[in-house]
């Protein structure tokens, strides 16, 4: 009785079921974390902020699932190609409009800044950075945070391998390095829609379906406006899709360049992660010998990208450079699995959590819904979901954490996995006019209503730091010195490869008395310190009473006078 009131007692009633389960599940553990706490601050405030759009997203679920029998019956989606245009121009517009709305065309994260300033050297048509002689001396306190090892004599290179630097730089040639990311993101609506046509070339809608919870899908309208190297995955990781559903010699020729290209974005280990079960995919279903030629094409691009580094510095003269090989991966995994901790599955449900905070409010229900169809091995259902969860198991054990993020980044990448499990799920559950319905309004309340608090909580966290660094730029100084407070404060210091920028930002840790006594000889010398940073309203992480012991010393600053803190207004 109580299920044909609420329209479920029939076949296409089973997505009511699962959109009412996934409302409870995200009501229910979104409370529990929100009790528990994380032990990092920075992941405890993003959650407290992401738990109200978890909280509306799962009462707006609940409502359409116990709505269900009222829901209108809406007629099939029209086939018209201008639809997949409107959502590719509609993400870049958004995007677009977003890195200066939002983040003020700011890099706030060390990353960020790296991609900027490698793609800075690399535009430049250098692959190492070739600071000033004069200023070799104190290039620990001048570079951004993440930079290798490496000899004064070499120059600058980043510990991230050059993919999404490169991209960059082209833009910075080109259009604009502020367009380089929302390209990225439009292109990958565009081939999203592309790879399920191909996986069901007779209905058009399923394809529209996955390419609109993607271009709705909060993360990826965000992480656009950033320069973060997550929005080239996703478009990488769908380029090589295209390419190995397109099949025969330019498909898998495609696949293996977009593999090239992917795996050296920045971090070696992401596209492997998507790529293992595709591979395993073809070796079970007979397709043995092109699985080889996979295998062997992803054992050259893994040694070259292991070996970049290395192959960089022996071109610039450091053949001796030992520590920047394959070495040099490994030595960084051994340091992550020793720094493991019995807090990683507190922490990853937590940016699970926030994933879908991030998400339309219709992508995980029928991302389930796709279930029967991975049981069954119904296309490349399997390898699909194979490539979340091992991206999943791979980030707890090695890098649970990951700072600052709009969502969860480390499943960016896999975004179009979701939503093309979801395509499997909308076959699995049949045309319904109620189904279209439910993806309508979900996409509604998604961008309408949560989307702008989202946005909200990205540009409040952006504003702070983007005042900050137009304060420490704003002084007439030819140097500031930023006294760095627990590791806040640090990513102040930006500085361009050929240090031609004025002021030039040094990082007081890094800095004897003797080397400050030298820079007030020969520059005007002021300081950024917990005192700006806080006038700025940077985060307050740090109790006020514990303020005092990160106030700028005389051994740090010596001769160099505060930037005045009146500056506000000005």
């Known amino acids: 009785m109580i299920q044909r009131v609420l329209g479920w007692g029939s076949q296409n009633g089973r997505l009511a079921h699962l959109v009412v389960q996934t409302a409870v599940q995200i009501i ?26 978890l909280i509306l997203g799962g009462a707006a679920l609940l409502l359409f699932g116990l709505s269900w029998a009222r829901l209108p019956k809406l007629p099939e989606f029209p086939a018209a190609r201008g639809l997949i245009w409107f959502l590719v121009f509609t993400v870049l517009a958004i995007s677009a409009a977003g890195t200066s709305v939002i983040f003020f065309d700011t890099p706030l994260t060390r990353d960020e800044i790296l991609a900027n300033f490698d793609a800075k050297f690399l535009a430049a048509g250098h692959l190492v950075g070739s600071p000033p002689v004069e200023w070799r001396s104190y290039l620990d306190a001048l570079m951004p945070q993440f930079m290798l090892d490496v000899p ?23 259009i604009g390095v502020e367009w380089v990311n929302p390209i990225l993101a439009a292109v990958s609506i565009l081939l999203l829609y592309g790879v399920a046509r191909r996986l069901w070339p007779q209905n058009r809608n399923v394809a529209l379906v996955a390419a609109l919870l993607c271009a709705s899908s909060a993360q990826v309208l965000t992480m656009a406006m950033a320069p973060f190297a997550m929005n080239a995955h996703l478009a990488f990781n769908l380029l090589w899709l295209w390419g190995f559903q397109r099949r025969g010699r330019f498909g898998d020729t495609l696949a293996i360049f977009a593999g090239l290209i992917a795996t ?19 070796w079970f279903n007979s397709e043995r010998r092109r699985a080889t030629i996979y295998v062997a094409a992803y054992a050259i691009i893994g040694l070259f990208w292991a070996s970049y ?55 995980i229900p029928l991302a389930v819904a796709a279930w029967p169809a991975i049981q069954r091995g119904e296309g490349i259902s399997r390898p699909l979901a194979a490539g979340i969860a091992l991206t999943i198991v791979a980030m707890l054990v090695l890098l649970p954490w990951q700072g600052l993020g709009w969502g969860y980044r480390y499943l960016h990448g896999v975004i179009g996995n979701f939503c093309l499990l979801a395509g499997y799920g909308w076959i699995n559950l049949g045309e319904d006019g109620r189904h279209r319905a439910f993806l309508a309004g979900a996409t509604a309340v998604s961008l309408l209503a949560l989307l702008p608090l989202q946005l909200k909580h990205a540009r409040d966290y952006a504003a702070p730091r983007a005042r900050a660094v137009a304060l420490a730029n704003r002084t007439d100084a030819d140097v500031v010195i930023v006294v760095p407070a627990e590791d806040l404060y640090d990513d102040l210091v930006r500085n361009d490869p050929d240090l031609s920028n004025r002021p030039k930002f040094l990082d007081a840790r890094k800095l004897t008395p003797a080397k400050v006594r030298d820079l007030c000889s020969r520059f005007r010398v002021e300081f950024f310190d917990i005192r700006h940073g806080m006038a700025a309203g940077l985060p307050h992480f740090i109790p006020r009473a514990k303020v005092g012991r990160y106030l700028a010393r005389p051994s740090q600053v010596g001769c160099a006078t505060p930037i005045p803190l009146d500056w506000q207004g000005k």
């Open 264 to 282: 050296g974005l920045h971090q070696i280990i992401f596209h492997p992660l998507f790529v293992a079960p595709f591979i395993l995919h073809m």
């Open 152 to 174: 004064a004599s070499s120059g600058w290179l980043s510990a991230y391998l050059p993919g999404n630097a490169a991209l960059r730089s082209i833009g910075m040639r080109t």
């Open 309 to 363: 580094w290395q192959l960089v510095l022996s071109s610039a003269g450091e053949a001796g450079a030992s520590g920047a090989g394959p070495a040099l991966l490994l030595s960084r995994v051994i340091g992550l699995l020793e720094n493991a901790s019995m807090d990683a599955p507190l922490t990853m449900g937590a940016n699970l959590l926030r994933f879908a905070a991030w998400q339309n409010l219709a992508l």
């Open 28 to 53: 229910i553990w979104s409370s529990v974390f929100l009790i528990i706490g994380q032990r990092n601050p920075l992941t405890e405030s993003y959650l407290r902020e992401d738990f109200v759009v």
